[in-house]
């Protein structure tokens, strides 16, 4: 080989170890690059888990809390509605006893009348007279039936402030503005 040959060979040669060094340098800056690019994105990761880790957490102590809520809501509903049932048997059974009461004669209803009422055209004494032992106002006694049909009256009267009595205890109950108890 002739000298000038040789020495194209070696800048040939010197061409291609400078290139493959070029190659290697662009493959070790691709991996360093590749290396960093994928610690970024192993933080991004992280750090998008942490936030879904905390919103998850958010959203079951919210949950557990509702949960807390309508459990406290449906215990008092339910103490609630143990009262008034009740408060309504205890009712009944009242009235019941009145009306046996007044069926067997043990109790009479009778009712105060006005001694200077002169719309019926006669005057009731005021004063009691020599045959009754009773030293108040004149009273009239009134019949069985109306008394039971008064009594029957006063029974859903009775019933009705029971029932409305639960229904605004109710309303109370669910319709109580978040935090606040009854």
């Given at each position: 080989m002739t000298p000038l040959q040789r020495l194209a060979s070696l800048v040939v040669l010197a061409l291609a170890l400078m290139g493959a060094a070029g190659g290697a340098a662009w493959q070790v800056q691709d991996w360093r690059m590749g290396k960093r690019m994928a610690e970024q994105l192993l933080e991004q990761g992280t750090e998008h888990q942490n936030r879904l880790d905390a919103i998850t957490s958010e959203a079951w102590r919210q949950q557990n809390a509702e949960q807390d809520k309508r459990l406290t809501a449906e215990q008092q509903l339910a103490a609630q509605d143990q009262q008034h049932t009740r408060e309504l048997s205890?009712?009944?059974r009242t009235q019941a006893v009145l009306r046996d009461r007044l069926a067997t004669a043990d109790v009479r209803l009778s009712v105060l009348l006005d001694a200077t009422d002169s719309a019926r055209g006669y005057d009731?004494?005021?004063?009691?007279?020599a045959v009754g032992v009773v030293h108040a106002a004149r009273r009239a006694q009134l019949d069985p039936a109306h008394a039971?049909?008064?009594?029957?009256i006063t029974?859903?009267?009775?019933n009705a402030l029971i029932a409305l009595r639960a229904c605004q205890a109710y309303i109370r109950t669910i319709a109580l503005p978040k935090g606040l108890t009854p």
């Amino acid at each position: 080989m002739t000298p000038l040959q040789r020495l194209a060979s070696l800048v040939v040669l010197a061409l291609a170890l400078m290139g493959a060094a070029g190659g290697a340098a662009w493959q070790v800056q691709d991996w360093r690059m590749g290396k960093r690019m994928a610690e970024q994105l192993l933080e991004q990761g992280t750090e998008h888990q942490n936030r879904l880790d905390a919103i998850t957490s958010e959203a079951w102590r919210q949950q557990n809390a509702e949960q807390d809520k309508r459990l406290t809501a449906e215990q008092q509903l339910a103490a609630q509605d143990q009262q008034h049932t009740r408060e309504l048997s205890d009712a009944q059974r009242t009235q019941a006893v009145l009306r046996d009461r007044l069926a067997t004669a043990d109790v009479r209803l009778s009712v105060l009348l006005d001694a200077t009422d002169s719309a019926r055209g006669y005057d009731v004494p005021a004063a009691p007279g020599a045959v009754g032992v009773v030293h108040a106002a004149r009273r009239a006694q009134l019949d069985p039936a109306h008394a039971q049909r008064i009594i029957a009256i006063t029974d859903d009267g009775d019933n009705a402030l029971i029932a409305l009595r639960a229904c605004q205890a109710y309303i109370r109950t669910i319709a109580l503005p978040k935090g606040l108890t009854p």
